[in-house]
C-alpha cells in the first residue's frame, strides 16, 4: 500500500492539486493507495468518484495538523502493509513517526527561507531525514542544495500532465468570439501576482502595438494583482487589445490557448516566491502553443530555449519585447508550436510513472 499525505487535492483547484491528483491517480494503479487530505466544502461529491480510498480532515488550520497527524500515525501503526509515505510538502511529513520509506516533494516557495532561519531549520530537519526529496525541476533541486538538503537525497522528476482532451467545436467558435478575430495573439493563464510577470507583458505590449495594431492579449486567471494590471492597461490605453477572464469553463480555457500563438509568462522572482517549474508551459506545448518563460525559476525544464520556446530575463522589460516580436516575426511561432507540442509528450504521466517507479 502507498500512503499520500497531501494539503493540496482536488476538487481544491490549482497546479499543486493537480500535480497530487496525477501522481496519485497514476501510483493508484500500481498498487492499493490511501490518501489523507484536507477536507473541501466539495469533496464529499468528488471521492466518491475516485477508486481509491480518501480520507478527509477538517476543523481550524493550527489544530487540524496534529489532528491529521494524529490519524495518520494511528493509521500506519495499524496498517503493517504500508510500503511508503509520499507527502506534498515538508510540513505535512513534520509530526508523522514511522520507519517506513518516505518521499517528499519540493517546488520551491516552500524551502526559499533564509539560511539559519527557524522555518529554514525546520525544513532542512524534514528534507534531510527522509528518503528521497523530489524536486521539481533542476532549479528547485539547486535551491534545495543553497538551503542545506542533502543533494545525494535529491531526484529531479517533472510534474506529470494528462493527453490534452479534444475541445468540442462550440468551445472554438466561443474563443473565436472572445479573440475577435485579432492576430497576433498572445496567452497567460495564471493567477494575478507579482511573480507572474503580466505587467512586463502588457508594458512590452503597448510598443508591440506600434507594429501589430491587431494584437491581442488575453489574460486568464484571478489573484490579487488584477485591479493594477487593469488600471495600467487603462493608463496605457490598451483596453482594445488585453482580455482579463476569470471563471471560464476548463473547456473554453483549452479553446483560447489552443487558438493562441504565444503562451507568455516570463517569470520572475518576487520576494521568497519563484516559480519553480511551471506546469501551464508543458500544458500549452500540448496545443502546439509555444512558451515564453523567465530565467528566474525552473521555466528552463519545461521549454527547450530557442526550440519550443524562449527563456527570457523577467526583469528586463527590452528582453520580454524582443522575445516576442522574435516569435511573432515570420510566424516562428508555428515552427516552434511544433516542437513544443512534439517534447510535451515527454511530460505525460505515463512517463513520469516510470521515474517514480525507480524510487518507490
Partial sequence: MYLVVTRSFPPEVGGMQNLMWGLTNSISKIDLTKVFADHHEKCKEFDKNVSFSIERVGGIKILRKYRKAYLINNFIERNKNIKCVISDHWKSLELIKTNKKKICLIHSKEINHDNGSRLNKRATN??????????????????????????????VINPGVYPPEEIDKKFLKEADKVLEKKNPRLITVSRYDKRKNHEKVIM??????????????????????????KKLVNELDLKKHVNFLSNISQELKNALIQKSDIFVMPSIIHKKSVEGFGIAYVEAAQYGVPSIGGKDGGAADAIKDNESGII?????????????????????????????????KNYLWENILIKYKEIL
Avoid: Q
Fill in 312 to 344: 527570457c530575463d523577467g526583469n528586463n522589460l527590452d528582453e520580454v519585447y524582443v522575445s516576442i516580436k522574435n516569435l511573432i516575426d515570420n510566424k516562428k511561432f508555428m515552427e516552434f508550436g511544433k516542437k513544443a507540442k512534439e517534447l510535451s
Fill in 204 to 229: 512590452a505590449l503597448r510598443n508591440l502595438t506600434e507594429i501589430y495594431p491587431s494584437i491581442i492579449y488575453t489574460c486568464i486567471g484571478y489573484g490579487d494583482e488584477e485591479e493594477n494590471l
Fill in 126 to 155: 524534514v528534507l534531510n531525514n527522509v528518503d528521497y526529496v523530489i524536486s521539481n525541476s533542476e532549479f528547485t533541486k539547486n535551491l534545495a542544495i543553497n538551503k542545506g538538503v542533502k543533494a545525494e537525497n535529491i531526484r
